[in-house]
């Protein structure tokens, strides 16, 4: 495998890491909203 795939590919991976990252901490908060309302 070339570098520039390798990059690119490390690059769509820390992204979809990010965005699952962010969708679990807004679910958790929204459970918390839910649970404390």
Do not use: N
Not at 9 to 30: D, I, T
């Amino acid at each position: 495998m070339d570098s520039a795939r390798q990059h690119f590919y490390a690059k769509l991976f820390e992204r979809e890491l990010s965005l699952a990252a962010a969708l679990a901490q807004a679910k958790a908060e929204s459970l918390a909203l839910f649970v404390l309302a």
